[in-house]
């Protein structure tokens, strides 16, 4: 059983979250933001990042063998047996308590969880058909820079409130 700080006793086996997203060379501030969350999560919900680098983009690329290539690279990427989600548009709309809910269903399933993000143009096909679940941020669109930080802190966001940690206050 897993001892929250805050007192609250909840069931909690080790699984990992991988954070697979297409991108690196972030800057600073993203790098800083990401791991200012990823650091708070206890090791039974460690948020792991996973960087592929991006297809060369030109005038004349051939835009669908690069998002087939950068989703081929992403599914290697996905450790065996995990739960993959896409972050994806047309995913579900989720509130924090209703990702909390998600984050539960998760840890309790004993199975590492890969989250991803695609590229520029989006995740591959391939990608897409792996996904037990979809999920989408918001209907607004972000950068994908900005898209690490706030994953990161909606994860640690939904674990505080599974374990009655003050961060999160409605």
């Given at each position: 059983?897993?001892?929250?700080?805050?007192?609250?006793?909840?069931?909690?086996?080790?699984?990992?979250?991988?954070?697979?997203?297409?991108?690196?060379?972030?800057?600073?501030?993203?790098?800083?933001?990401?791991?200012?969350?990823?650091?708070?999560?206890?090791?039974?919900?460690?948020?792991?990042?996973?960087?592929?680098p991006?297809?060369?983009?030109?005038?004349?690329?051939?835009?669908?063998?690069?998002?087939?290539?950068?989703?081929?690279?992403?599914?290697?990427?996905?450790?065996?047996?995990?739960?993959?989600?896409?972050?994806?548009?047309?995913?579900?709309?989720?509130?924090?308590?209703?990702?909390?809910?998600?984050?539960?269903?998760?840890?309790?399933?004993?199975?590492?969880?890969?989250?991803?993000?695609?590229?520029?143009?989006?995740?591959?096909?391939?990608?897409?058909?792996?996904?037990?679940?979809?999920?989408?941020?918001?209907?607004?669109?972000?950068?994908?820079?900005?898209?690490?930080?706030?994953?990161?802190?909606?994860?640690?966001?939904?674990?505080?409130?599974?374990?009655?940690?003050?961060y999160?206050r409605?």
């Amino acid at each position: 059983m897993f001892i929250a700080r805050y007192g609250a006793s909840v069931y909690a086996p080790r699984m990992q979250i991988q954070l697979i997203t297409i991108g690196n060379k972030m800057p600073t501030w993203v790098q800083a933001g990401y791991d200012e969350y990823a650091k708070r999560l206890p090791r039974e919900c460690e948020l792991v990042l996973k960087e592929i680098p991006p297809g060369k983009r030109g005038k004349n690329s051939d835009s669908a063998r690069i998002v087939k290539d950068e989703g081929d690279k992403m599914i290697a990427a996905i450790a065996k047996d995990a739960h993959v989600v896409t972050l994806d548009v047309p995913g579900k709309l989720l509130s924090t308590p209703e990702l909390s809910v998600a984050l539960k269903r998760w840890l309790e399933s004993g199975r590492n969880v890969a989250l991803l993000v695609g590229g520029p143009e989006g995740l591959s096909d391939d990608a897409k058909q792996l996904a037990r679940e979809s999920w989408s941020l918001s209907k607004l669109t972000f950068p994908h820079p900005l898209v690490r930080v706030i994953v990161a802190e909606q994860i640690y966001r939904a674990w505080s409130i599974l374990n009655n940690h003050p961060y999160h206050r409605e």
